[in-house]
């Protein structure tokens, strides 16, 4: 298959990996911050294959995960008091464990929870069922977010007047900033995430070079992808250069899809955002602007902040900040498994919990 064959040859994987050690002579720290580069990184055993001086981190790159404890306890809330509202959500959310129930088992419960593989598929609930409130659970990065704005958009120029948006939206880079900040480790460049800054373009990451003197390559998901993006920045490491750079060129561009941005500014504005595990990041979240207050879930119902109260025992905030791997977690493969998860991390198809549990205890 075009664009994915050619990614995954053995041969070139190897002639680079080979590059890699060559080339390679300090002790580094480099963060992945997608979940999907988290997947296919543990998927190909890409960790394993690097000499033992680069160290590859896992950071807080799957949306789910890092929606935090009093958002989950907040969405269960609100479900368990609006009976008569249908909740529409991705697939991920369901099985998120809150303080005391998850999305999944309040459906089992009664509520009308349903999952939409797209926001689209909310607005078709609210087009067949107009008697009926649509409140669609929006969480996910500056990926998702345009689809989210161009709905809402569909539905004010079909005068749609039953659906409604709760923006949990993340925005990344903020995100980034923040690990910078904290100093609670030692990050000498990062792997960016390709779908990403596919709509927000390369240059989102400038100030990371400038402000912090580390390096960027953007990279996309196949194995070649990664291990070429990780050659680019061990490159850039052992040259000293602090550049941003893009490995996915055939899709990511300086500037990212000026249209998405558009869009999603047009019904979107940065908010303030509690993450799981970082806590409260300034700018890293959206709201929704108030030319679309009539379609903002949060003006339409009351709904209170929820709990915020980790799972016990869980360590998805430390997982989440890369400063410990999953098998350090007391309760992974123990009591947490993909089939009876404690934690978000676990749950999720780009939780780091997940991958490891998936690929690493095979390994
Ligand atoms: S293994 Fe489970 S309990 Fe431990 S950090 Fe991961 S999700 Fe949380």
Redesign the pocket.
């Known amino acids: 298959m075009k664009y994915v064959d050619e990614f995954r040859k053995r041969e070139e994987a190897q002639g680079l990996l080979r590059k890699i050690r060559e080339i390679s002579r300090r002790e580094v720290s480099i963060m992945e911050i997608c979940g999907t580069h988290t997947h296919s990184i543990s998927k190909y055993g890409v960790r394993e294959a690097l000499p033992p001086n680069i160290r590859l981190i896992s950071g807080p790159g799957c949306p789910v995960?890092v929606t935090s404890a009093a958002d989950v306890n907040r969405l269960l809330d609100f479900s368990r008091s609006r009976r008569d509202v249908v909740i529409a959500t991705f697939g991920d959310m369901m099985k998120v464990p809150g303080s005391s129930s998850s999305l999944q088992e309040e459906k089992a419960r009664g509520g009308d929870i349903r999952v939409v593989y797209s926001p689209l598929g909310a607005l078709d609930i609210a087009r067949e069922d107009t008697g009926r409130e649509v409140v669609l659970f929006a969480v996910g990065f500056e990926t998702t977010v345009p689809t989210v704005a161009a709905t809402m958009l569909a539905a004010r120029e079909e005068g749609l007047k039953n659906f409604s948006v709760l923006s949990l939206h993340k925005l990344t880079p903020p995100a980034m900033r923040a690990l910078m900040d904290t100093g609670e480790i030692d990050i000498d460049g990062f792997i960016c995430p390709g779908h990403v800054t596919a709509i927000i373009g390369a240059g989102a990451y400038g100030f990371l070079a400038t402000e912090y003197g580390s390096p960027c390559v953007v990279a996309g998901f196949e194995p070649i992808d990664a291990i070429m993006g990780i050659y680019m920045l061990v490159r850039q490491l052992e040259e000293g250069r602090k550049d941003i750079e893009i490995e996915y060129d055939r899709v990511v561009t300086w500037d990212g899809n000026l249209k998405a941005q558009e869009v999603m500014r047009s019904v979107f504005e940065p908010a303030d955002s509690l993450w799981r595990g970082i806590g409260n990041i300034p700018g890293s979240g959206l709201r929704i602007r108030d030319e679309f207050a009539d379609m903002d879930a949060e003006k339409r119902f009351s709904i209170p902040p929820g709990e915020d109260a980790e799972?016990r025992?869980?360590?998805?905030?430390?997982?989440l900040k890369g400063l410990?791997t999953?098998d350090a977690?007391?309760?992974?493969?123990k009591?947490?498994?993909p089939e009876f998860?404690?934690?978000?991390?676990?749950?999720s198809s780009e939780?780091?919990?997940?991958a490891?549990?998936k690929y690493r205890r095979a390994a």
């Open positions: 995960c799972p025992g869980c360590k998805c905030g430390s997982v410990i999953p977690c007391p309760l992974f493969a009591a947490c498994t998860p404690i934690g978000p991390c676990m749950v939780g780091t919990c997940a490891f549990f």
